[in-house]
């Protein structure tokens, strides 16, 4: 069974341009979670999207959006990018349970000039 | 608001020896407990998942306990290799979301 993918691996951008990310979860799983890691803040929510709704959103600024399709393939946008944006954004699918495992993917790596 | 900690936020030992990572959290009410392991640059693997009315788990020489009511979890890793020099983090979740420790970053010397 293939894992979760994320495309692209690597991405840089300036200031106030925008940027998606897309995950592809384990085949099966029906909810998507994204995270932001940095080095200060270490991991923390974004949200979850269960079958193409958002089910849970962390406390982020609007600039943070996301939406899953039917095939619950899942993109994060990220608008107006501030160099604080700068970090290791991974996605997680799970089936969907709020006791299930989450299998996270390898991260995007973002930065932010 | 739930809040986790890990402790040490460093461990190095020598290749063989057993060893114990900690991580506390503050509201006993949770889902369950996972512990990851990160090499440098990459994502998250999850090694072990606690479900609330479980003690422990094992997987191989890993063996994670969870004592709700003091607010604890340990990870055990036996005989431990240079290939287990990771960070290590332990995450709980909550009602919605996964709330995380800042990790214990592992080095076995060989």
């Known amino acids: 069974k293939a894992g979760v993918t994320q495309t692209p691996r690597y991405l840089i951008k300036t200031r106030g341009q925008q940027v998606t990310l897309s995950c592809s979860p384990i085949?099966?799983?029906?909810?998507v979670s994204w995270y932001q890691q940095t080095p200060g803040q270490g991991l923390q929510f974004l949200f979850e999207y269960f079958s193409e709704t958002q089910r849970n959103k962390g406390n982020f600024p609007g600039r943070f959006s996301g939406r899953q399709f039917s095939n619950s393939r899942s993109e994060m946008n990220v608008s107006t990018l501030e160099l604080g944006d700068s970090a290791l954004y991974l996605c997680?699918?799970?089936?969907?349970?709020?006791?299930?495992?989450?299998?996270f993917g390898p991260g995007t790596r973002l930065t932010v000039l | 608001k739930q809040e986790v900690t890990q402790i040490p936020a460093a461990l190095s030992v020598p290749e063989g020896e057993n060893l114990v990572l900690n991580c506390s959290f503050t509201d006993s009410a949770i889902y369950n407990l996972q512990w990851f392991r990160q090499d440098p640059g990459k994502g998250l693997t999850s090694l072990l998942l606690i479900q609330s009315s479980q003690r422990e788990q094992t997987s191989g020489r890993l063996n994670a306990s969870l004592d709700k009511s003091s607010g604890r979890s340990t990870l055990y890793i036996a005989a431990s290799q240079p290939g287990d020099s990771a960070t290590y983090l332990c995450?709980?979740?909550?009602?919605?979301?996964?709330?995380w420790g800042a990790g214990t970053k592992l080095i076995i010397k060989p």
């Open positions: 995450a709980v979740k909550g009602n919605y979301q996964l709330i």
């Open positions: 085949s099966g799983h029906r909810s």
């Open positions: 997680a699918s799970s089936l969907g349970r709020y006791d299930d495992t989450q299998y």
